[in-house]
């Protein structure tokens, strides 16, 4: 299994909503990462965890607030969105060593309306 | 200045056409990865380099670490080859990967 998988693929929200993104990868990896891409442009990074704690927090407002319950899932809690956040968000992992390969996932295309 | 810069922004060619993107950085790095993304859609890892020439179908990716420089190469290009093609380091001693802003190619019939 070299697959990480992101739900929901599309997700739209209001700004008073409350939700949640979710990533899942079983390859083993222990670093898990959250990255925001808007049109036509490269990812930005969110957060990094290592080994299940946050280990790099790109000053990311508190509206988005990172989880990783085990060493399999990493999930992005949503609160009080506002419209220009509104982007896909892609997952990536990576086994903690040097020169181990990324994996990524669809995203997560959100709109918060 | 970017850490990691590509070129060109934009290629249109013709189907059958070979193909070269660059990508220059200026930091210290452990690996280069070659992502391409379709429209719309996730991130695939392409190849992922330390040193000298891999090469996967009709893709060859170069690099070299001295001149702080990679190319990746598609042969009889395809307009299923169409999508952005990014440049990924990750630094030497860091976690994070570091994206170039990405080359859009259109390969047209």
């Known amino acids: 299994d070299t697959e990480v998988t992101q739900t929901p693929k599309h997700l739209v929200m209001g700004m008073t909503n409350k939700k949640s993104l979710k990533c899942e990868q079983h390859?083993?990896?222990?670093?898990m990462y959250w990255y925001k891409q808007k049109a036509k442009k490269p990812p930005e990074l969110m957060f990094v965890?290592?080994?299940?704690?946050?280990?790099i927090n790109e000053s990311v407002p508190s509206r988005f607030s990172p989880e990783c319950p085990n060493s399999s899932l990493l999930n992005l809690h949503l609160h009080a969105l506002q419209p220009e956040d509104s982007a896909l968000y892609l997952c990536?992992?990576?086994?903690?060593?040097?020169?181990?390969?990324?994996?990524f996932g669809q995203g997560t295309r959100l709109t918060v309306v | 200045k970017n850490e990691v810069e590509q070129s060109p922004q934009n290629l249109t060619a013709q189907e059958g056409e070979f193909i070269t993107i660059n990508c220059s950085y200026s930091?210290?790095?452990?690996?280069l990865h070659w992502l391409q993304q379709h429209p719309g859609g996730g991130i695939v890892s392409l190849f992922m380099l330390s040193s000298g020439k891999k090469k996967h179908g009709r893709l060859i990716a170069t690099i070299n670490i001295q001149e702080k420089h990679s190319s990746l190469h598609i042969t009889a290009s395809h307009p299923r080859d169409s999508a952005v093609y990014i440049c990924?380091?990750?630094?030497?001693?860091?976690?994070?990967?570091?994206f170039g802003q990405g080359t859009r190619l259109t390969i047209n019939p």
């Open positions: 930091v210290g790095i452990s690996a």
């Open positions: 990924a380091v990750i630094s030497q001693g860091a976690q994070k990967l570091v």
């Open positions: 965890y290592s080994y299940e704690k946050l280990s």
């Open positions: 990536a992992s990576r086994r903690l060593l040097l020169n181990t390969e990324a994996f």
């Open positions: 390859m083993g990896h222990r670093a």
